[in-house]
């Protein structure tokens, strides 16, 4: 049995990581995160949003994901996400101002579908926040 296994996650749009890790960990959708390490069972499950974890020549690494697909094997976990980013794709500047943009539609919003999309929306500022380092992303 490998001691690695083969790590991918793809978005519709774009490759997004690709490389040989030690581990992985993931969110998922109903079931917290699961944490996969080479010659783990077959299964494909839903993914949540959040950061997903993999370590790679001992050190942590993260990487955005929002919602698709998980299909896990012996050797390899494809993450098939509706978004991902890695932490230098994230424009923090760009972020700060969704967190802001959020806070500012969550405290205007009329309906529980307002306050649930701005909730969404923050949520979403607050995973790329941690994900860069952001001291913002902690609240998370």
């Given at each position: ?32 995160y ?8 077959p ?8 950061l997903?974890?993999y370590f790679?020549?001992?050190?942590k ?26 932490m ?5 500047e ?7 943009r ?5 405290k ?10 701005a909730?969404a929306k ?19």
């Open positions: 049995m490998s001691q690695l296994i083969k790590l991918e996650v793809v978005t519709p749009e774009r490759p997004v990581f690709s490389a040989e890790v030690a581990e992985v960990q993931f969110p998922t959708a109903a079931r917290g699961y944490g996969i390490l080479p010659g783990h069972t299964l494909m499950t839903e993914v949540g949003d959040g997903l974890y790679q020549e001992g050190q690494h993260w990487i955005t994901v929002f919602g698709g697909f998980a299909e896990v094997g012996p050797d390899r976990v494809t993450i098939l996400a509706r978004e991902s980013e890695t230098d794709m994230i424009d923090l760009r972020a700060e101002a969704s967190r802001q959020a806070l500012k539609l969550l205007e919003a009329q309906t529980e579908h307002d306050m649930a999309n909730q923050l949520d979403a500022s607050l995973i790329r926040l941690q994900a860069a380092g952001h001291p913002s992303g902690h609240g998370f």
